[in-house]
C-alpha cells in the first residue's frame, strides 16, 4: 500500500504544514533561542526543529500512513500497524543554526525507505523553506523541482564544476584530503544547508 501513495501531493502538504508550523518559531529569532537537549543526530534541538517535526508527523498520520519515523531529532518512532513497510527518515530542519541567526538557507529533507536502509529508498523530498523551490525524486519516474522534470548537469570536467564544499567535517577529526580536488575545480560553494 505505501508504494501506492501519492507521496507528490503528500510531500507538498508536508511542506506547506511546515511552514505554518515554524512560523511561530520564526519571529523571536532575534532572541536566544532555547535549547531543548540533544537530538538523536548530536546535534542541539530547538523549537523550530520539534515543529517542523511535528507537522511532518500529523501530516502522514493524517493520510493513515503506517511508519516508522528515522528523525535527526528525536530518533526512532513507531506508527501504526504496518509500521515496518515504510520508514520515513528525515532531518525536519537542516540549517537550524542557519534558520536561528537568519541566515536564509534551511530546508526539510525527507526521504521514504521500504527498509531502515537508505538503499530502500523509492521517494525524497527536499524543501527548500526560503526560496520556494522543493525538490523530488521517485524511483523510476525521475527528479523534479517545483514539479518540473530536472536533471544533473551536463558538465563532465572537474575544472568546469562549481562544487559544494562543507568543511564542517573537520571538527569532527575526519582526515579529508581534499587539496587536489579543491586546486582542480573551477570554485567552491557551500551554502549552508547541507540537503
Sequence with gaps: ?????????????????????IEPCLKPCDEPQPDLGIGAGGDLMKPVDLASESAIIETLKKHEVSFTLISE?????????????????????????????RLPFYCTSIAVSSTPYLKGVYAGMVADLVHDQTFMAFTGRG????RKHIQTSNIKRLEEACVGLDLGAYKTGLDLDCKK???NIKHTRHFGANA
Excluded: H
Excluded at 4 to 15: H, P, S, T, V, Y
Excluded at 74 to 99: H, M, Q, R, W
Excluded at 143 to 146: L, V
Design 73 to 101: 531529532e528525536t530518533g526512532v518512532k513507531k506508527f501504526g500497524a504496518a509500521s515496518e513497510g515504510c520508514y520515513i527518515i528525515t532531518d525536519p530542519i537542516d540549517g537550524t543554526t542557519n534558520l536561528t541567526r
Design 143 to 146: 527528479a523534479f523541482c517545483n
Design 181 to 183: 580536488i579543491i586546486q
Design 1 to 21: 500500500m505505501t508504494l501506492e501513495l501519492d507521496w507528490q501531493n503528500i510531500f507538498a502538504e508536508c511542506r506547506a504544514n511546515i511552514q505554518k508550523a
